[in-house]
């Protein structure tokens, strides 16, 4: 079965339904590619792509009606951007995410990205899903994930709690590789903890807390006391 062939009642058209995938793959695309900067917005990126990719004349607000009716459905969520790491610099909706990692696991089947980028895509994807359910919950600020830029370094996401403590996440797929970006957001004192979420069982690398992609939602936030006592012991 094809990945539109259940929505299949909703499209008045073939091109509508060539729409409907292009989005799809697009989305994923950008998620694997697109730098998170803030000059444009994924929908522009999706628009170009999608116009692109389709023999038919294809309008933006036909693409921007596909875009919505997938947010609306909760196939896609979007990510805000805080703007230099400054929480009142809000830029809204700079990324797409899949709200279900197995809907966003399809879809890599069907783009041209390499193994390791899929995996790094569908990590990130699990971790914004994650963090969405923590929005629920009111412990943090905000009523969805955020991204920061700030100068040339990205963060994958920045939580900011009830009182005001500003947590940066770097999401790997792996447990290799250094996480500068939150070595400088902490340097310049843009967050207040950085944490560094991956195959781990947990830990502290000099500045950064360590822990397992799992946790990154359902632990918030993060067991501080056990993380303080590990960071007393590493430099005991």
């Known amino acids: ?114 193994n390791a980028a899929v995996r790094g895509v569908l990590t990130e994807n699990f971790a914004y899903t994650e963090l969405y359910r923590l929005y629920r919950t009111g412990l943090v600020k905000g009523d969805k994930p955020c991204c920061p830029v700030y100068g040339n370094y990205e963060l994958d996401f920045m939580i900011v709690d009830r009182q005001d403590r500003k947590y940066g996440i770097e999401i790997k797929a792996s447990d290799a590789g250094q996480p500068a970006s939150l070595f400088v957001y902490l340097k310049d004192k843009k967050i207040d903890r950085g944490y560094l979420a991956c195959k781990t069982r947990g830990g502290v690398r000099k500045e950064i807390y360590a822990i397992p992609i799992y946790a990154v939602g359902c632990r918030f936030p993060y067991e501080e006391d056990r993380m303080s006592r590990l960071e007393e012991q590493r430099k005991g």
């Open 1 to 114: 079965m094809k990945l539109t062939d259940e929505s299949a009642s909703y499209f008045t058209d073939s091109k509508s339904k060539i729409i409907f995938q292009n989005v799809y793959k697009q989305a994923f695309r950008a998620i694997a590619y697109e730098k998170k900067g803030t000059s444009s917005k994924d929908i522009g990126k999706i628009t170009t792509f999608v116009k692109d990719s389709t023999k038919e004349h294809v309008s933006r607000d036909e693409i921007n009606r596909a875009v919505s009716w997938l947010k609306y459905s909760n196939i896609l969520g979007s990510c805000d951007l805080y703007n230099q790491g400054e929480v009142s610099q809000l830029l809204n909706e700079r990324r797409f995410y899949f709200m279900d990692c197995g809907i966003a696991n399809c879809i890599s089947r069907m783009t041209p990205v390499d």
